[in-house]
């Protein structure tokens, strides 16, 4: 299969992603390079997402980027389907007060903590 190379990106983008993340972040410099590299390992993931939902015969894959609003829960971008979007909704209902809590730390620069998934 030709298409294994986006695999090994992806592979390479996420050791360089975890490398970045292990060091201290007391640099702006330090902190947008985490980012690039979130960003970069996130690209590739997709990437290898819709690939293998091609060769599988699946349906087309919508985009998984949208904003939505942690106050009202209204999109801001991005698409969701609407089934989805209620998961997301109600997700959103039960955990608003640590995604404030989770917002506020990280615009202050500091680590925020893991919240459950919908169960």
Not at 48 to 71: M, R, V, W
Not at 92 to 103: S, T
Request: net charge negative; aromatic share 10%; charged share 25%.
């Amino acid at each position: 299969m030709a298409e294994n190379w986006i695999l090994d990106d992806y592979s390479a983008a996420l050791e360089q992603f975890a490398a970045a993340m292990s060091q201290p972040a007391e640099h702006d410099l330090i902190k947008a390079g985490c980012i690039q590299y979130f960003e970069f390992s996130f690209e590739l993931a997709w990437k290898s997402i819709k690939l293998l939902s091609a060769q599988l015969g699946l349906e087309e894959c919508l985009s998984p980027k949208a904003s939505i609003a942690i106050d009202d829960g209204e999109t801001l971008f991005g698409e969701i389907p609407k089934p989805k979007m209620k998961l997301v909704q109600a997700w959103l209902e039960i955990h608003r007060e640590d995604l404030m809590a989770d917002w506020k730390l990280a615009v202050n620069g500091e680590p925020t903590h893991r919240i459950k998934p919908l169960e």
